[in-house]
């Protein structure tokens, strides 16, 4: 009894050394286990929920693959897997999965591509249903017969088909675009706006206010344009181009009104450069518009009652210059012959015309 009574630490001590020790190691090896377990556990714990760099690639670059069948397959739902622009996105998308090297790639992709082709898609359906609308309405005859042109909505809804203007389509086409509507599962009100002229349907065309305001831009550059042209060609603005010089003289040794320049001859000069393709003309730099005059007062000469200076009397024209010689050539023949005046032609490259100024 006397050694059951004995303390564990007396019991210790008798123990055998060697049992001691075996026991220890025991015990130690039964830790480990129990360490090295815990600890993988842990780690399967923290990479399940933060997961490496290559796991965060492949399971980003695994959900953007399965964003994209799910866009074709709505492409496809919808019947617009065809369409140009849809198939455009669809391989911009595709490719820009392929092609992403880094985790936040994959992120922007994720982020942009599916709305963005969504998007393509659904207004390509509608464009689609809008196309078939204006198909069934060629196929209307009563439209065949129209010569006027005309603007046509047709809304369709829930509730049924209005069409501006009234009764203008058929029962049976407007029976056929509310089929349509019905079977495409659309959700709120459809309107197709469409012009017809001479005949045919066509989609209506309207302008965004930016391409209005530069549709009118064109229209005022174009009129800023003709209008400079317009005063140009009328002689209220000056006018440069390739010409001649022609420079009249009296005869050398002028004694009477018949060996001196007139405004008659001033007259068939201009009349036979104006003949021969002149664009414009001035004489003794007044510049001549339609309602010039050259006359003469005395042994003056006035055009549009401003005096000019004679003797010479200096034309000048722009044109195709040998053209214009070859014109005046015909007047200097006569009056060098039959009066012996004597002119001088110069052809040039570059003149300048004055505008024309009020006397």
């Not at 200076?309 to 722009?318: G, I, L, R, S, T």
Request: glycine fraction near 4%; charge should be negative; charged fraction near 30%.
């Amino acid at each position: 009894m006397n050694e059951e009574r004995l303390s564990l630490k007396e019991k210790f001590q008798k123990m055998d050394k060697n049992k001691l020790i075996f026991y220890l190691v025991i015990i130690m090896c039964v830790a480990l286990v129990i360490s090295v377990v815990f600890t993988a556990w842990s780690f399967h714990i923290l990479t399940a929920q933060y997961p490496g760099t290559r796991s965060q690639f492949s399971y980003k670059q695994h959900s953007s693959i399965r964003l994209l069948e799910h866009c074709r397959d709505l492409a496809e739902d919808l019947e617009v897997q065809e369409r140009s622009s849809v198939q455009e996105a669809l391989a911009d998308f595709s490719y820009d999965i392929e092609t992403a090297s880094t985790s936040d790639d994959l992120v922007e992709i994720i982020l942009d591509h599916p709305t963005r082709v969504k998007d393509i898609i659904y207004d390509e359906w509608e464009e689609e249903f809008k196309e078939n609308i204006i198909e069934a309405v060629n196929q209307d005859e009563g439209i065949a017969e129209l010569d006027d042109y005309t603007q046509v909505a047709v809304k369709l809804s829930d509730n049924g088909i209005d069409v501006e203007p009234y009764n203008f389509l058929s029962a049976s086409t407007e029976s056929r675009a509310k089929e349509m509507y019905s079977t495409g599962d659309f959700i709120g009100e459809q309107v197709i706006e469409m012009e017809i002229n001479e005949g045919e349907a066509k989609p209506l065309v309207k302008e965004s206010e930016e391409d209005y305001v530069e549709i009118l831009s064109e229209e005022v550059d174009s009129l800023r344009e003709s209008l400079r042209e317009l005063r140009e060609e009328s002689g209220y603005s000056e006018k440069s181009g390739e010409g001649i010089v022609v420079k009249i003289y009296d005869e050398a040794e002028a004694t009477d009104s018949h060996s001196i320049v007139h405004d008659t001859d001033i007259r068939d000069v201009v009349n036979e450069m104006y003949a021969s393709g002149a664009e414009g003309v001035a004489v003794g730099g007044q510049r001549l518009t339609v309602t010039s005059s050259i006359r003469c007062t005395g042994p003056l000469i006035k055009v549009d009652d401003n005096l000019i200076p004679v003797n010479p009397v200096e034309v000048k024209a722009v044109g195709d210059s040998d053209l214009l010689s070859s014109g005046v050539d015909i007047i200097r023949n006569t009056l060098e012959d039959e009066r012996e005046l004597y002119f001088e032609i110069e052809k040039k490259d570059s003149i300048t015309l004055p505008s024309y100024t009020e006397s």
